[in-house]
């Protein structure tokens, strides 16, 4: 067995692809060798692959491919692509949002628990009537100051997952989560 990590399957095509090539292979790469690095038919001649791949992996054109993927795994790694700040800030924007949704999402919880009503009669953080789940986001929000932050630009205009839509939504997923975790211990 000899492991190829540059080769991929597509069970919809239900052929195999040469990573590498198709990533970073031009039109005339494609044309010298069609079967691997075609994006968009592969290779499953099943019964010719045994001089296919190994054609294919001794060919100048794919051991330059599998070079530059090398280089860009290292460069990523190493975070010294160019667009590494932006990925940093998608890294940064991406993990307030699921800090944000955590502390819904257990906010959620809490009140399921003891049975407490989520919405007053306003839907303002810091006014009286604005219910359970705003009053809880308003009190986090005076000991987290990545959820305070957020709150604070609300005023702008940004979005927020503190709507009754949102909370809704997120009643929905937690309770198919729940039935689905009844269903599989019933069935085992």
């Known amino acids: 067995m000899v492991p190829r990590s540059w080769l991929i399957y597509s069970k919809k095509r239900d052929a195999i692809f040469c990573f590498p090539c ?3 292979g031009s039109s005339s790469t494609k044309q010298i060798m069609p079967a691997l690095a075609d994006a968009q038919k592969g290779f499953n001649d099943w019964r ?3 001089p296919h791949i190994p054609e294919h992996e001794n060919s100048t054109f794919h051991r330059e491919n599998c070079i530059k993927w090398k280089m860009l795994e290292q ?9 590494a700040s932006l990925q940093k800030a ?4 991406t993990n307030k949002w699921r800090h944000i949704l955590k502390v819904c999402t257990n906010i959620l919880f809490f009140c399921a628990e003891n049975n407490l009503p989520l919405r007053g009669s306003h839907e303002r953080i810091g006014e009286s009537g604005s219910g359970v789940f705003l009053s809880d986001v308003d009190m986090i929000s005076k000991f987290d100051p990545e959820l305070r932050a957020h709150i604070e630009s609300l005023h ?20 198919s989560e729940v039935k689905k975790q009844i ?4 069935k085992a």
């Open 48 to 50: 010719h692959l045994s």
């Open 183 to 186: 269903l599989d211990d019933l």
């Open 22 to 24: 198709i990533l970073f």
């Open 75 to 83: 460069k990523i790694k190493r975070k010294t692509t160019i667009d």
């Open 156 to 175: 702008k205009g940004n979005i927020s997952y503190f709507t009754p839509y949102i909370q809704n939504e997120l009643i929905d997923i937690l309770a």
């Open 90 to 93: 998608i890294d940064q924007e």
